[in-house]
């Protein structure tokens, strides 16, 4: 199969609905990324909307919740959402949760949010649609807000996850956001240190 040539190939509801049916969360960390844990603890990013899209398990979603973001959950399956809203019920928290597919977020998300935070999400849709990522990142969030995300370079064919590599980040993103940062990371967790891209990107 040509993954990157099939547009189901990474973005099928059902194929990752299955996961949360079978309890296969192989890509799950069961906690926040722990390179956002450092970031917030050195720049101390001040709590304000944000939106995780293809937030999963939500690990982040929960990070954000509790340093006082006023944060929205946003996945395509049901499987993920009712993760979302078990932890939002058993932590107390209360944010926005939206099973959708991001690519479809109506007039109403357009600048929205101040801060978008990826994980594992552009590195789990099919390489035809990063532009339209792209695309609608810059169009949900505000003037100067941030897209700050860790991106997967995994030096393997097909997917998901599917490479992402340095030269892809600037490619895709140099047109529509200001790269303030972007490097390898040393504080990955074990299973992917090496292969994860912290970038901060400014619209």
Same mark, same amino acid.
């Given at each position: ?93 209360? $944010?926005?949760? /939206?099973?959708?597919? &991001?690519? =479809? ?7 929205? @949010?101040?801060?978008?935070? +990826? ?24 003037? $100067?807000?941030? /897209?700050?995300?860790? &991106?997967? =370079? ?7 996850? @599917?490479?992402?590599?340095? +030269? ?36």
């Amino acid at each position: 199969m040509n993954t990157v040539n099939d547009p189901r190939v990474g973005y099928s509801c059902d194929d990752w609905e299955r996961h949360y049916e079978e309890k296969d969360l192989r890509w799950d960390l069961d906690e926040v990324a722990p390179p956002f844990v450092r970031l917030w603890e050195e720049r101390k990013f001040s709590p304000c909307k944000a939106i995780v899209p293809g937030c999963g398990a939500g690990h982040e979603v929960m990070f954000l919740a509790k340093q006082g973001f006023n944060v929205t959950a946003l996945d395509y399956t049901h499987g993920a959402i009712k993760l979302i809203k078990s932890a939002f019920e058993e932590n107390n928290y209360s $944010g926005e949760v /939206l099973q959708q597919d &991001f690519f =479809e977020l109506d007039c109403n998300y357009n600048e929205k @949010f101040e801060l978008m935070l +990826e994980h594992t999400f552009f590195c789990a849709i099919n390489p035809n649609m990063r532009q339209e990522y792209v695309k609608t990142a810059k169009r949900i969030l505000k003037p $100067g807000g941030y /897209l700050i995300g860790l &991106f997967y =370079e995994t030096n393997e064919d097909g997917g998901p996850p @599917f490479n992402t590599r340095k +030269e892809d980040i600037e490619k895709y993103f140099s047109s529509s956001f200001k790269i303030e940062s972007l490097s390898k990371t040393p504080h990955s967790a074990k299973q992917r240190l090496e292969k994860e891209w912290l970038a901060v990107l400014k619209k």
